[in-house]
């Protein structure tokens, strides 16, 4: 299959502004919001301003939207909830959020404290008197009255250093909600689990996925998907660089092993959808030169890649945010994988950068959805030569 791009657009784009991670919320008769922090340096926290815009075009104009009613607007007591969560609408008056908490700003005069109880400590992107605290708190919010009150509850998982959810959940055929959750224990060990709840989604529990663990990250940010009644597929970005796969045959209680499938994205999530024809579309971000936006297909429910023919979106980025800059791109660095390329990257950091990886070309966690005309919807972030680190959407469709 060939594509053929119809449009694309800024979502957002503004000087001395780092906008990234977008979320999405397909609404009605095609209406989409963008859900995103903006921030005032390059900002992996998601410690911003939540900002949510919307589009009634098909993505070629955005404007403000605060209506409760679409998930980005649900309530949340941390900016990176917004980011983090998996919310549902059970039904139009019972909606659901779950997933982990998220990072706080803390003074740094409270850094040993927020040592001492074990939470995890962050350098805040720009404010040098806070830091970004995160504790290990797993939670659920319902409301029964349209978003108008919320019940929330929270759990604490002992033994981690840092755990996060990912929103790239998903509601099963029978009302169970699938949330990818990955982290590291104080051993320095990864785990991956699932936040999975009932089918009303009143009970949850922490499911662990596969029955390893690993010094290596076999599986990181996860994409969940039903494929057919109770069969689902995982798909997720790990240290090897091609896309890990597993499969739960038993909606979502059990899963096979990881094994590394032929899609190339090093240090980029996967998002799957089902296409109308019944092809299975992945999107991401493709984190080495020509860095862009790639998409690929599976006509197999997600057994094969149909890598040959892979999509590619968008071939123009590559470009260290404006916030911390390098020197020069070194353009041969970014064709490595693994420790050495952020080794390379790192000697080229300028401007009091905090992180080794702190310059690193910014881009990808695309989200993809399917229009009412078949035409397929794209949204990213990513940084062109301009330097200006931004929410960009592609609309485009299948020959």
Same mark, same amino acid.
């Given at each position: ?59 070629? /104009? ?136 009932? /089918? ?136 490595? /994988? ?62």
């Amino acid at each position: 299959m060939h594509k053929r791009i119809i449009h694309e657009s800024i979502v957002y784009k503004s000087t001395g502004i780092y906008s990234a991670f977008p979320i999405l919320n397909c609404l009605k008769n095609d209406k989409l919001a963008i859900g995103f922090s903006k921030s005032l340096a390059r900002d992996h926290t998601v410690i911003g301003e939540w900002t949510v815009l919307a589009s009634n075009d098909c993505g070629k /104009s955005w404007e403000t939207d605060k209506d409760l009613t679409i998930p980005l607007n649900w309530p949340a007591p941390t900016i990176r909830e917004r980011s983090d969560r998996t919310t549902v609408k059970l039904s139009d008056d019972v909606f659901i959020s779950a997933g982990t908490v998220g990072f706080h700003p803390w003074d740094i005069s409270k850094e040993s404290e927020a040592v001492s109880k074990g939470f995890y400590t962050y350098p805040h992107p720009w404010k040098s008197h806070l830091i970004s605290v995160r504790n290990n708190t797993l939670f659920t919010s319902i409301s029964t009255n349209r978003g108008k009150t919320w019940e929330r509850q929270e759990w604490t998982v002992p033994g981690f250093k840092i755990l996060m959810s990912f929103a790239r959940g998903t509601r099963l055929g029978t009302g169970e909600i699938l949330i990818p959750v990955y982290g590291t224990d104080k051993n320095g060990s990864h785990h991956n689990f699932l936040w999975r709840s009932d /089918s009303d989604g009143k009970n949850w529990q922490l499911i662990k996925v596969g029955a390893f663990e690993s010094n290596l990250s076999l599986m990181g940010e996860m994409s969940l998907l039903e494929t057919s009644p109770g069969n689902v597929l995982g798909l997720s970005r790990n240290e090897f660089g091609y896309f890990t796969q597993t499969w739960s045959s038993d909606n979502g209680k059990t899963w096979t092993y990881p094994v590394l499938t032929k899609i190339w994205a090093p240090h980029s999530p996967p998002d799957l959808i089902k296409l109308r024809n019944g092809s299975i579309l992945c999107t991401y971000g493709y984190r080495r030169d020509p860095m862009g936006i790639r998409a690929v297909l599976s006509h197999d429910n997600g057994y094969t890649w149909d890598v040959k023919n892979t999509i590619i979106l968008r071939e123009d980025g590559g470009y260290p945010t404006e916030s911390f800059t390098m020197e020069e791109t070194d353009f041969e660095a970014l064709k490595i /994988s693994g420790p050495e390329f952020r080794k390379r990257l790192s000697s080229g950091i300028v401007n009091k950068a905090h992180m080794p990886e702190t310059a690193r070309p910014d881009l990808g966690y695309a989200l993809s959805t399917q229009m009412s005309d078949d035409s397929i919807f794209s949204c990213y972030y990513i940084t062109n030569s301009d330097r200006i680190t931004h929410i960009a959407c592609t609309l485009w469709e299948l020959d």
